[in-house]
Nanobody, 124 residues
């Protein structure tokens, strides 16, 4: 089993920055892709960013490209999402997810493990 625990959410103003962390533990040897998703009230869960196991490959949704950066530490135990120039439309619960597949997937169904989520609220 794999456990994911997000942290770092909070209330910020538009234009501010925030860093989310996702601590990965358990049987992680089979995990090849890590991702961040978000879900706003009344909306479907939305892909934000993903990163390969070695951190060499990243991919972002168009809505966050150039503002958000996904990264992971060398021990592969923590994944980060650096968010800058935040907008009110970035307000959502942010989820960390892990996938066994090495294919860089963007749909929630392809991810095998999920964290509990952390709330990010951006005020205008």
């Amino acid at each position: 089993q794999v456990q994911l625990v997000e942290s770092g959410g909070g209330l910020v103003q538009a234009g501010d920055s925030l860093r989310l962390s996702c601590a990965l533990s358990g049987r992680t040897f089979g995990i090849n892709t890590m991702g961040w998703f978000r879900q706003a009230p009344g909306k479907e869960r939305e892909f934000v960013a993903r990163i390969s196991r070695n951190g060499a490959t990243t991919y972002y949704s168009d809505s966050v490209k150039g503002r958000f950066t996904i990264s992971r530490d060398s021990a592969e135990s923590t994944v980060y999402l650096e968010m800058s120039s935040l907008k009110p439309e970035d307000t959502a619960v942010y989820y960390c997810a892990a996938a066994r597949t090495s294919v860089m997937v963007v749909t929630p169904e392809r991810y095998d493990y999920w964290g509990q989520g952390t709330q990010v609220t951006v005020s205008s």
